[in-house]
């Protein structure tokens, strides 16, 4: 359903009415929570139809908590860093790593609970990090479920079907090959 677009470029979609986003125009109603597949192709067509508000509504949310609570998102983000450093040096310098662990084993056991006690000592500001990175997720879900498609989001999303234009969500949900059914 998805091909390579005509020209090759990449289009990001316009960014739509706060009127038509979530004001007087809008139309919410719950799915159908007994058939996934027309709940499914709702959020996947306005996640194509409305991505640049979605996009901008990700970077309100984390900047409102980066104002909120600065200290700790910057921890929140160090920490997630450290971590995440951590763990793929560990998983890619398996054979250096366990040799380490044999020869200085009293120095494994004070870096593991060094590490535990950074976790649990930034456990807050992780928190907050994570809040930050999931809350416009959730909020993005939540939208896409409840709003009701009307028919400009139709026929944009069957341009964006046959490849008149490609946008960057168009991209994504094709590489999690995830096809909306227009109508």
Known sequence: ????????????APLRTLDDFILESARF?????????????????????????????ALL????????HPIKMIYGICVSSVLLLIFWYVTNESLTASQFKKKHPIVSIILVFAGIYLVMN???SLLVFFLGILLPFSATFLHSSLRLRNIKNKLVNQAE???????????FLKGLDLKPELF
């Open 1 to 12: 359903m998805f091909k390579e677009s005509k020209t090759g470029d990449m289009e990001f």
């Open 29 to 57: 109603q719950l799915p159908n929570f007994k058939d996934l597949d027309k709940w499914g192709n709702r959020v996947t067509n306005n996640l194509l139809y409305y991505q640049t508000n979605y996009f901008l509504m």
């Open 61 to 68: 949310f984390f900047a409102i908590i980066g104002v909120i």
């Open 122 to 124: 930034m456990l807050d």
């Open 161 to 171: 079907n046959y490849n008149l234009k490609q946008t960057p969500m168009g991209v």
